[in-house]
């Protein structure tokens, strides 16, 4: 037991003239990027890049994301207040309560319990930030500037969320449930909630959407939810609440911090870059775009003339499956097919790998771009303008001198 006391294109070819690009490429517009120590991150590789520090949100550049399933210490952090501090003792006594107006019963389950009276399952899923790409948008949109690194994939280990719902009883009128954990508001004011979102009831009745305790085998991060927090595989991963203590079944849509307002929710009609848009005018985000990661080689490789490189990654494409895999070194003129796996189960991302031939010496690009099930394929360029900077799944680049 554990005892816790993407930049714009103009940046982007201001950098080829030295061939300096930086990990993930990274912060274009000034805002703060820098990395803490190892203790300060928690057992987070040193190689993470901190976005800011109260609270502390963290992503993972592209080439610390080149294993088949996201190692626990390379997870990116995604915080909206500070994390609890949590002793053996709390452990202990840590239980879940099971509430709401459509809720039959009220329960309450020790952590014991949990892994010791229902049936644990383990499903390889993938989180993505809503934000994901922000540093991108211009306008610029408030919030995390991240670039690239704010997803990974793990074998997470819990209990289906439905079979705890299914013991408490789930009322006919359910609509959705929303969740509550013990993160810390930043006003340390113990009264104030500091974000309790939710999904659709159909979303949590899913098979993969599990109450987790345990990433890659072990026990959770603290920075990643420890010692238990919930993972909705392919939606924002803001809806994943960590340290997880009270889940609600409502008969209306969830109405917690986050929930409202323009949080995790895009315009529902296109708009024009900068517009002002209502809160009426949002739509809660659900399913992520497809969208896909050149994990290898790092940006800015050096190859000599004739030879050929390997790229692999990651492509995802939030409910549903990727199905196809294209790369392109002539800034998508033509593009030729990846071989593409399939996914470890549902909503897993999926490995992908081609090998490039280069015609000629000079500087190139390498680009990635994903098409899922339905027909959509990544956009080339930055898609749809929004207020708060979500969706971006623009194709993936990376730089490629060969002399």
Not at 80 to 101: A, H, R, Y
């Amino acid at each position: 037991m554990k005892d816790y006391s993407s930049v714009s294109r103009r940046k982007f070819l201001k950098l080829q003239s030295k061939f300096v690009f930086g990990a993930g490429l990274a912060g274009s517009m000034g805002w703060p990027r820098w990395s803490l120590s190892t203790s300060d991150l928690a057992g987070k590789h040193p190689g993470l890049v901190v976005l800011n520090d109260r609270p502390i949100n963290a992503e993972t550049p592209p080439h610390l994301l080149d294993d088949l399933l996201t190692p626990a210490d390379k997870f990116f952090v995604r915080n909206n207040g500070l994390v609890p501090q949590i002793s053996g003792s709390m452990i202990d006594q840590w239980t879940l309560t099971i509430e709401g107006e459509a809720a039959t019963t009220k329960k309450v389950i020790s952590l014991n319990e949990l892994k010791t009276k229902f049936t644990q399952y383990t499903y390889q899923l993938t989180l993505e930030c809503g934000g994901n790409g922000r540093a991108e948008f211009s306008p610029p949109a408030k919030g995390n500037q991240w670039t690239t690194g704010a997803v990974g994939c793990g074998n997470w280990t819990g209990v289906r969320l439905r079979d705890l719902l299914n013991y408490a009883g789930i009322k006919d009128n359910a609509q959705y449930i929303g969740y509550y954990g013990r993160d810390i508001h930043l006003s340390q004011d113990p009264n104030k909630v500091v974000i309790s979102r939710g999904v659709p009831i159909s979303k949590a009745m899913e098979d993969e959407s599990l109450i987790a305790w345990a990433l890659n085998g072990e026990d959770l991060p603290l920075l990643n939810g420890y010692p238990l927090r919930l993972v909705f595989g392919g939606w924002p991963a803001s809806c994943s609440g960590k340290w997880l203590n009270k889940i609600v079944i409502r008969d209306q849509v969830h109405d917690g911090p986050k929930m409202t307002g323009q949080s995790y929710r895009v315009p529902c009609k296109p708009v024009a870059p900068g517009a002002e848009v209502a809160d009426e005018d949002m739509c809660i985000i659900e399913s992520m775009p497809v969208k896909s990661l050149i994990t290898y080689p790092k940006t800015g490789a050096i190859i000599k003339k004739d030879a050929k490189v390997t790229i692999r990654g990651h492509a995802w494409a939030g409910d549903r499956q990727v199905k196809e895999m294209y790369y392109s070194i002539d800034f998508g003129m033509t593009w030729l097919p990846c071989q593409l796996d399939p996914p470890a189960n549902r909503l897993a991302w999926q490995h992908f790998q081609a090998t490039i031939p280069f015609p000629n010496y000079g500087y190139y690009e390498v680009w990635a771009r994903a098409v899922d099930d339905q027909g959509r394929s990544q956009p080339m360029l930055l898609p749809g303008w929004n207020p708060r900077g979500y969706l971006n799944n623009a194709c993936h680049r990376i730089a490629i001198k060969v002399q």
